[in-house]
């Protein structure tokens, strides 16, 4: 199939879940003020350059208790948008409760392509393994996490052989994995307007489909979607899921009552809710 293919209004209409907002330009920027505000006091360190690329840095927010778990989230935006500094905000139920926090930056489309982008984030992982010391986080805890695109992503670093990378890597870098609304098959993508910036070929496609590819560990993975997701969006989370289920890690689900793609994100910025509850007890 050609990268450009014909756009199908039912796929756009599923995936192209920007159109659903209200008001979405206001969405992040409401976003972008509650995270300004959470950095200002926050015990953070900020824009830590993992990677040459002017967006190839994360920020780290500090519970202050000693081996706390880590919870690395990666920002959706179809690959092509989006950035960390709009999500800073979620941090902050998460470094209430004991658990330390990295936001992931990176290289967007079509500056990067999406194999560069899943590459970002594995270095990104491995310099958080290997600078653990220096900033104060535990290397033997770390949860990898996003939603969206992100949620690909971390399906990706589930299936990343960190041995192959290096031999000195664990093979258990990362201890869980938690994608949120997370696109695992990118095939139906190719026949939306998504796809123009991402230039997939054939062969990246399946390459970068997290559907068919194998979780190279044992560490158990929560998949989240919320329950008000498109048609689109819980095929792709229930295809998922029967296939990973094959494979020797656990695979547990959870749906976010009422919640769409974009109030999932609220709802994790939240300490009384399902999700936030759930991931919580997950990592700690």
């Not at 409401?30 to 350059?49: G, M, P, V, Y």
């Not at 997939?200 to 560990?217: G, K, R, Y």
Request: hydrophobic share 40%.
């Amino acid at each position: 199939m050609s990268p450009f293919a014909p756009i199908d209004p039912i796929l756009e209409k599923g995936y192209n879940v920007r159109l659903l907002a209200d008001d979405f330009e206001g969405l992040i920027n409401a976003w972008t003020a509650r995270s300004e505000k959470f950095r200002s006091t926050a015990n953070s360190s900020l824009n830590c350059q993992y990677d040459e690329g002017e967006k190839n840095k994360l920020d780290l927010f500090r519970s202050g208790k000693p081996n706390a778990p880590l919870y690395v989230f990666v920002h959706g935006g179809y690959w092509q948008g989006g950035d960390k500094d709009f999500y800073s905000f979620i941090a902050d139920p998460f470094v209430k409760s004991g658990i330390d926090v990295a936001i992931i930056g990176y290289q967007l489309c079509p500056e990067s392509s999406m194999t560069g982008i899943v590459n970002q984030i594995r270095t990104a992982l491995i310099w958080l393994w290997k600078n653990s010391r220096d900033y104060a986080i535990s290397k033997d805890r770390i949860n990898i996490s996003g939603h969206s695109a992100g949620g690909h992503i971390t399906g990706m670093v589930l299936a990343t052989d960190w041995q192959q990378i290096s031999s000195d890597l664990p093979k258990n870098l990362v201890k869980t994995g938690i994608p949120i609304s997370g696109l695992y098959q990118l095939e139906p993508l190719r026949k939306t307007s998504i796809a123009e910036a991402l230039g997939l070929d054939d062969a990246e496609t399946m390459a970068l489909s997290p559907h068919f590819l194998e979780p190279i560990t044992t560490a158990p993975i929560l998949v989240i979607l919320g329950e008000a997701e498109t048609p689109a969006f819980h095929w792709q989370t229930d295809q998922f899921i029967e296939k990973w289920k094959l494979n020797e890690a656990l695979v547990e689900y959870h749906s976010e009552p009422g919640a769409d793609h974009f109030e999932v994100i609220e709802r994790l910025a939240r300490e009384d809710t399902q999700i936030f509850d759930r991931i919580k007890r997950w990592i700690l």
